[in-house]
């Protein structure tokens, strides 16, 4: 098991950032992993078909007591694919008595609040307990055809991503990228941190930067009409 | 060829090659139930062009003399009234369409141009026991029996069936016609994927070719031909009637 550690000390070693008051912090680092494998899992999740990176979860189905529309909560940040393809299925639990697995037997087809209208144009698609589907606002996956049943429960499979704003992340959990790619991973971790580093002694507003014999001497004079002295000004 | 109930599949084993050939094994590109309608178009399809489903269903006569045409029917073949019970039928008479009657039903007389009063008509007069006519009009959608008829207990029609409204979904589909089936629905679902990739306008465009609707080379004319074809039985028996020629 690779851990986000091992990725993090590995670019500060290579960087020789490894000693107090370096100029970059392990969590400094930490923030470049997660930002840069996001998009390269991201890349990867939509060339390979795989199931490697699928992560499913029962989550609990709320009903919004205005209108009663069900709904459950994201519980990580996932993928914003094309077509909602971060969630890779929705269906009831298991618990539900079916002789097939309950995902090779109703699936939550995806649609969107602007199109749903003409599935209640054809008994064949219209939303039931049996033809459900769901759509995405924000953190929030709704159900539909499912308001006449009470639903509590939803199973739902989920393309995680990274989340760099999740303070919940332990530098010692699982580092779940293709291990394939790490290599790439750090080259553009290598490149960015060279980069970095080379910016402070360039960028500082001290003046340091400029060459003395490059500043003016000469005095400076206006083609512009010169003001008269004092005393002499023409009414 | 009668066709077997028993050996009919399901929409889904259809779906299992429609699916495939359009690369949506998840059909997340159509919803299912779009799937679904399309396979139950392409039967519904056939079946107006060859009829395959005959049904035959018996209705208690009301007192207004008024039959609803049912629902899922879509050609009358045969209209019989009789006394009794479905389980234990006795007097049987044919009920033949009458062309141009109009009625309000049982007790309220009709119009038509050829009516059994019509005695000093220049053109057409007609001559016929009243007691004896059992026939039928329809209107609006509603068979209108002759007052003739109200002597009987129950009509029994047959007709031809509208497959996605007279079969369940698991057994809906001949053996004999899935390839068709099959294409027909790949060909639909191809086309309304084609405006989001262009590439489904290569598959609609072969799936059209082997199926050939509208000619007599591919998979359409195929099944025709073979719902139409009669059975060895059959072909055999009336080779024999044919021959006995009435000696």
């Given at each position: 098991?690779?851990?986000?550690?091992?990725?993090?000390?590995?670019?500060?070693?290579?960087?020789?950032?490894?000693?107090?008051?370096?100029?970059?912090?392990?969590?400094?680092?930490?923030?470049?992993?997660?930002?840069?494998?996001?998009?390269?899992?991201?890349?990867?999740?939509?060339?390979?078909?795989?199931?490697?990176?699928?992560?499913?979860?029962?989550l609990t189905v709320n009903v919004e007591p205005d209108n009663g529309r069900n709904y459950f909560t994201l519980p990580?940040?996932?993928?914003?694919?094309?077509?909602d393809?971060?969630?890779?299925?929705i269906?009831?639990?298991?618990?539900?008595?079916?002789?097939?697995?309950?995902?090779?037997?109703?699936?939550f087809?995806?649609t969107t609040p602007s199109k749903s209208q003409?599935l209640y144009?054809?008994?064949?698609?219209t939303p039931s307990p049996?033809?459900p589907y769901f759509y995405r606002q924000g953190n929030r996956i709704y159900l539909l055809g499912v308001e006449q049943i009470n639903i509590t429960e939803i199973?739902a499979?989920?393309?995680?991503?990274?989340?760099?704003?999740?303070?919940?992340?332990?530098?010692?959990?699982?580092?779940?990228?293709?291990?394939?790619?790490?290599?790439?991973?750090?080259?553009?971790?290598?490149?960015?941190?060279?980069?970095?580093?080379?910016?402070?002694?360039?960028?500082?507003?001290?003046?340091?930067?400029?060459?003395?014999?490059?500043?003016?001497?000469?005095?400076?004079?206006?083609?512009?009409?010169?003001?008269?002295?004092?005393?002499?000004?023409?009414? | 060829?009668?066709?077997?109930?028993?050996?009919?599949?399901?929409?889904?084993?259809?779906?299992?090659?429609?699916?495939?050939?359009?690369?949506?094994?998840?059909?997340?590109?159509?919803?299912?139930?779009?799937?679904?309608?399309?396979?139950?178009?392409?039967?519904?399809?056939?079946?107006?062009?060859?009829?395959?489903?005959?049904?035959?269903?018996?209705?208690?006569?009301?007192?207004?003399?008024?039959?609803?045409?049912?629902?899922?029917?879509?050609?009358?073949?045969?209209?019989?009234?009789?006394?009794?019970?479905?389980?234990?039928?006795?007097?049987?008479?044919?009920?033949?369409?009458?062309?141009?009657?109009?009625?309000?039903?049982?007790?309220?007389?009709?119009?038509?141009?050829?009516?059994?009063?019509?005695?000093?008509?220049?053109?057409?007069?007609?001559?016929?026991?009243?007691?004896?006519?059992?026939?039928?009009?329809?209107?609006?959608?509603?068979?209108?029996?002759?007052?003739?008829?109200?002597?009987?207990?129950?009509?029994?029609?047959?007709?031809?069936?509208?497959?996605?409204?007279?079969?369940?979904?698991?057994?809906?589909?001949?053996?004999?016609?899935?390839?068709?089936?099959?294409?027909?629905?790949?060909?639909?679902?191809?086309?309304?994927?084609?405006?989001?990739?262009?590439?489904?306008?290569?598959?609609?465009?072969?799936?059209?070719?082997?199926?050939?609707?509208?000619?007599?080379?591919?998979?359409?004319?195929?099944?025709?031909?073979?719902?139409?074809?009669?059975?060895?039985?059959?072909?055999?028996?009336?080779?024999?009637?044919?021959?006995?020629?009435?000696?």
């Amino acid at each position: 098991m690779v851990s986000y550690r091992l990725v993090v000390f590995d670019i500060l070693n290579d960087l020789k950032q490894i000693y107090d008051d370096a100029d970059l912090t392990p969590f400094k680092v930490f923030y470049w992993v997660l930002i840069h494998a996001d998009r390269l899992k991201k890349q990867h999740m939509e060339k390979i078909d795989s199931g490697a990176f699928i992560t499913p979860f029962i989550l609990t189905v709320n009903v919004e007591p205005d209108n009663g529309r069900n709904y459950f909560t994201l519980p990580a940040s996932i993928y914003d694919f094309d077509k909602d393809d971060g969630i890779d299925y929705i269906t009831y639990t298991p618990a539900v008595d079916l002789s097939l697995p309950t995902f090779a037997s109703v699936k939550f087809t995806r649609t969107t609040p602007s199109k749903s209208q003409r599935l209640y144009f054809r008994e064949e698609e219209t939303p039931s307990p049996a033809n459900p589907y769901f759509y995405r606002q924000g953190n929030r996956i709704y159900l539909l055809g499912v308001e006449q049943i009470n639903i509590t429960e939803i199973e739902a499979a989920l393309k995680l991503s990274f989340n760099p704003l999740d303070a919940t992340i332990d530098l010692d959990d699982e580092f779940e990228f293709p291990s394939d790619l790490i290599p790439v991973l750090k080259r553009q971790l290598l490149d960015l941190g060279r980069f970095v580093l080379n910016i402070p002694k360039d960028a500082i507003n001290d003046g340091a930067g400029f060459d003395a014999k490059a500043m003016p001497t000469q005095k400076l004079i206006s083609v512009n009409e010169q003001p008269v002295a004092n005393g002499n000004q023409s009414e | 060829m009668e066709i077997n109930p028993s050996n009919f599949g399901s929409i889904k084993e259809v779906l299992a090659d429609v699916l495939v050939s359009l690369n949506d094994e998840a059909q997340k590109l159509l919803t299912p139930g779009f799937y679904r309608s399309k396979v139950k178009d392409a039967l519904d399809e056939l079946a107006f062009d060859i009829t395959f489903l005959p049904v035959t269903n018996d209705y208690e006569i009301p007192d207004n003399l008024i039959v609803d045409i049912p629902k899922g029917c879509f050609n009358l073949r045969q209209i019989h009234i009789f006394t009794g019970t479905p389980d234990d039928v006795q007097y049987v008479e044919n009920v033949y369409w009458k062309k141009g009657r109009h009625t309000r039903g049982a007790e309220t007389g009709y119009t038509a141009d050829v009516h059994h009063w019509n005695v000093t008509d220049p053109f057409i007069q007609v001559s016929i026991d009243e007691y004896s006519m059992y026939y039928f009009s329809v209107q609006n959608g509603r068979i209108y029996l002759s007052d003739a008829c109200s002597g009987f207990d129950y009509v029994r029609l047959t007709f031809d069936g509208i497959p996605s409204m007279n079969l369940d979904e698991v057994k809906m589909v001949p053996p004999e016609v899935k390839k068709a089936v099959t294409l027909w629905a790949t060909e639909k679902c191809a086309s309304a994927l084609k405006i989001r990739d262009s590439k489904y306008r290569a598959i609609q465009a072969d799936a059209a070719s082997q199926l050939d609707e509208y000619g007599l080379s591919g998979a359409w004319h195929e099944a025709k031909m073979r719902l139409r074809r009669l059975d060895k039985k059959q072909m055999k028996d009336i080779i024999e009637y044919n021959s006995k020629m009435n000696y």
